[in-house]
């Protein structure tokens, strides 16, 4: 009974998810479109609410390539390898008060964990495909992850220390305790959280390893199809699962004015968080792959952990 | 022990984003640095200068409309202006005026789409379409008194094809304010940016000597502190009688560019500005402009050049006294400037390959003539 | 005020060359035009006009070949950053074998103008580091700008 509610969960937040991506991706064309005077897209549906489906209907019916000096097994693998882990992450996000698939006392470590893995993918990609452009992506992509993956976690933490449990629910309940979200006290942790988000998304202004002025197109610049729609949906659950997770640790999660129910609130906050990079992508120049590895160690990390000592500080010292 | 190390050749093109066009960059890194470079070119090649020997003299006013295709007033201007020299003719005042306000326009216009695109090139969206919707309002003012948005064919020797029609230059009064404002508001969204002044100032610097060693001009010229603009050198057609700057810089680097660019099409919008001022009624072409199997210039030759938005560009023509040239020859500023490529990447950062090519400027219908 | 340098130009280079060596000298349209033959102009009387505290012709703004049928000529447009004047060289050449001193090494900016000139009349530059076709592909036949260039419609799809 218990495998049965789980797969049935995990097909509904799938489908949600997809249409979820569906219209992030739209979000971000249409708020895009306005920063930049023109309509976006318009032409498929009323307001264009049908052009992401259509969008991935093409790519469903274009012609499966793989290049013939590609490494097959490896390079069929990538995609699946980038989409597996943005999507088990959500096992542990509790959507509100009483929608959530796992109650992990190790949520935190946990969505950590595994969100990390997709870096294998963009690896794997970009080195099978036998093409310099694309082994340039990878490599720039996988060092971009791995040094922006530490200031995350330290980010992280000061929320850790403060409501002294990893669970992510346990931490939404603390905010509602203390009667305040996370953002205000941490608000240093926020910031730094925000930006090596965007980093580790490879969204602008850190869109290096798909920098197409430069890379083409990046690790994936010999992917079609579906494997290529692979990608991109790979791409954006885990951009969702990132606003989620600041959601839930910084602006606590469900909660807010009764008038509305949780979920609501949930996702409001998350298209905010979004709505973020969204702005910072039509305004912002590309940053150079060695000014963003400086910023990354030696602003972010020695910032993060500053965090991390005033936390640990304000902790014991008064007693929160 | 010494590590074995190798160096990969990295083929930037012919199909590449960021070459604008058909051209193809051979570079060899060493790691991440950059020891050699190598431009191929002619992909685009048209023979221009050959088709010119089968044509009459105006014939081939359109062919020069697609060197420089974002700049091709001034294309259109100095082969009128080299075949004029040889004809000895008196252009019309008026011909004159009309002459400068659609050359500074295109300027602009030109201009504008080096920032977007530039911009483009180092990874900002926007600025590319506020770019192409002022870079319109050049184009929709050039499209009223030529009939045509890139290819004009309108500078004609003698004159100008058509007058402007009523009420036009009043137009282009109006638009030169609309045009400034929107460019100061460029200005402050780019300009002071910290990540695009990171990857801008101290890259891809040029020297003096370098300079003119290499035959480098326009903007280019003017960023590395050569204080070299032909209107104001030699002023052809009427550019004497006009209050303007040559905005020039010292630093030589790419940022030194960017500045120079911004800053001379405030120098343009002053020109257009005084020429709306002066302009007066009158001829528009010379008496005998208008019959193409008449001109016949007198055996001779001459070289003619102009300040472009790209640099020098020249028509050397020799005529032997019959209705077709004897000889054309361009000299596309473009061709030349592309050549500086094989000296200016050595050493440097690869990350860098894209910012220091964006800001060349090159446009390959004029590089591959 | 374009005589004096013409004055001063011819000077120069007849100390050096003697006195046969300048063809011609005149005013071309307001600007100094010497015509030279091949063997007289060499990097020595380049770097003449280079160097030269009056003369400087340190910009070196166009490289053009004619073919008039009857010999050739390389045309070369100087001008001075420093002395704001300009000058027209004009080297002859013969037609069977034309060959014109490159100045590659004096002014960079000749390295593609001459690549293009031999690509497109075939005329031979020595000195030059690395005189290939530029605009055309490398197996190309034939220099298509001179005169007796026949184009080969049928090769290029027209006919």
């Known amino acids: ?320 | 022990m010494s590590i074995k190390t190798e160096t990969m050749t990295l083929n930037m093109g012919p199909q590449h984003p960021s070459t604008h066009g058909v051209f193809r960059l051979l570079v060899e890194v060493d790691g991440e640095t950059i020891t050699k470079a190598e431009p191929v070119m002619g992909y685009l090649h048209r023979g221009s200068e050959k088709l010119a020997e089968n044509f009459l003299y105006t014939q081939f006013i359109p062919y020069t409309d697609r060197l420089d295709y974002l700049n091709a007033m001034t294309n259109n201007y100095v082969y009128c202006a080299a075949i004029e020299k040889l004809l000895e003719w008196e252009i019309p005042e008026r011909a004159d005026y009309l002459r400068v306000i659609v050359m500074e326009l295109n300027r602009i216009a030109s201009h504008l789409v080096w920032w977007g695109t530039y911009l483009l090139d180092i990874g900002a969206l926007s600025p590319f379409l506020y770019a192409f919707r002022d870079r319109d309002i050049c184009l929709d003012l050039l499209n009223e008194i030529s009939g045509a948005r890139m290819t004009f064919n309108y500078i004609r020797i003698g004159g100008v094809k058509w007058d402007a029609p009523e009420g036009w230059v009043d137009k282009v009064k109006e638009k030169v304010k609309e045009l400034r404002e929107n460019i100061a508001e460029y200005d402050t969204l780019v300009t002071g940016n910290e990540i695009f002044q990171a990857r801008t100032i101290g890259v891809g610097k040029l020297t003096k000597e370098q300079v003119i060693n290499w035959g480098i001009s326009g903007p280019l010229a003017r960023a590395s502190g050569v204080n070299i603009d032909i209107r104001k050198e030699e002023p052809y057609s009427i550019y004497d009688r006009f209050d303007f700057n040559i905005p020039t810089r010292e630093e030589g680097d790419v940022f030194a560019r960017y500045k120079v660019r911004i800053a001379e099409m405030y120098e343009s919008l002053k020109i257009i500005e005084q020429a709306c001022e002066q302009i007066d009624e009158g001829e528009i072409i010379h008496k005998k402009g208008a019959r193409i199997m008449m001109i016949k210039p007198p055996a001779g030759e001459a070289y003619t050049r102009a300040e472009a938005s790209k640099g020098e560009i020249g028509v050397y023509a020799v005529s032997n006294g019959k209705n077709k040239p004897y000889r054309i020859k361009l000299r596309r500023p473009s061709f030349v400037n592309v050549s500086i490529l094989q000296d200016l990447l050595i050493g440097e950062n690869i990350q860098n390959l894209v910012a220091i090519f964006g800001s060349l400027d090159i446009v390959l219908g004029e590089v591959d003539a | 005020m374009s005589q004096e340098v013409l004055d001063i130009i011819v000077k120069k280079i007849t100390e050096q060359k003697g006195d046969e060596a300048i063809e011609e000298a005149k005013l071309n349209f307001d600007e100094p035009m010497i015509i030279l033959d091949t063997k007289n102009w060499d990097v020595k009387t380049a770097k003449l006009l280079r160097d030269d505290p009056a003369l400087a012709f340190d910009f070196l703004s166009c490289i053009t070949g004619v073919d008039y049928e009857e010999h050739m000529e390389v045309v070369y447009n100087f001008f001075s950053t420093t002395k704001k004047h300009s000058m027209y060289v004009k080297v002859k050449t013969t037609r069977e074998k034309p060959s014109v001193t490159s100045v590659e090494s004096l002014w960079k900016s000749a390295d593609y103008m001459e690549r293009e000139t031999y690509d497109l009349f075939g005329i031979d530059f020595p000195g030059h580091w690395n005189l290939r076709r530029i605009l055309l592909q490398d197996d190309w036949e034939g220099h298509p700008l001179r005169k007796d260039y026949v184009t080969d419609k049928k090769a290029l799809g027209l006919d």
């Open chain 1, 1 to 320: 009974m218990d495998l049965l509610y789980m797969v049935l969960f995990a097909v509904v937040v799938l489908l949600g998810l997809l249409g979820g991506v569906t219209y992030a991706i739209l979000f971000e064309r249409k708020v895009i479109g306005w920063m930049q005077i023109r309509n976006g897209p318009n032409r498929h549906g009323p307001w264009g609410l049908f052009q992401t489906i259509a969008d991935v209907l093409k790519l469903l019916m274009k012609e499966d390539i793989i290049p013939a000096a590609a490494d097959r097994k490896i390079f069929v693998l990538a995609p699946i390898l980038a989409f597996a882990p943005s999507f088990t992450v959500f096992a542990v996000l509790s959507w509100s008060d009483t929608l959530y698939a796992a109650d992990l006392n190790i949520g935190v470590l946990y969505f950590l964990g595994v969100s990390s893995m997709t870096m294998l993918g963009v690896l794997m990609g970009g080195w099978s495909s036998n093409n310099k452009y694309s082994l340039l992506g990878s490599i720039r992509g996988v060092a971009q992850m791995v040094s922006y993956e530490i200031p995350l976690v330290l980010s992280v933490l000061g929320v850790v220390i403060l409501s002294g449990t990893m669970n992510l629910r346990g931490i939404v309940q603390y905010q509602d305790d203390i009667g305040m979200w996370f953002i205000i006290p941490q608000f240093l942790g926020f910031v730094i959280y925000l930006i090596s988000a965007i980093a580790e998304l490879n969204r602008s202004p850190f869109d290096l390893p798909e920098a197409e002025s430069e890379l083409v197109s990046g690790y994936h610049t010999e992917y079609s199809g579906f494997r290529y729609a692979f990608f991109m949906l790979a791409e954006y659950t885990y951009a969702i699962a990132i606003s989620a997770f600041a959601t839930t640790l910084f602006l606590g999660g469900w909660l807010g004015p009764a008038f509305l129910p949780g979920i609501v609130w949930f996702i409001l906050k998350m298209c905010i968080f979004m709505f973020i990079w969204f702005w910072l992508r039509a305004t912002l120049p590309r940053a150079r792959v060695d000014h963003l590895m400086q910023f990354g160690w030696k602003v972010l990390i020695p910032l993060a952990l500053l965090n991390i000592v005033i936390t640990a500080v304000i902790k014991v010292w008064m007693g929160w």
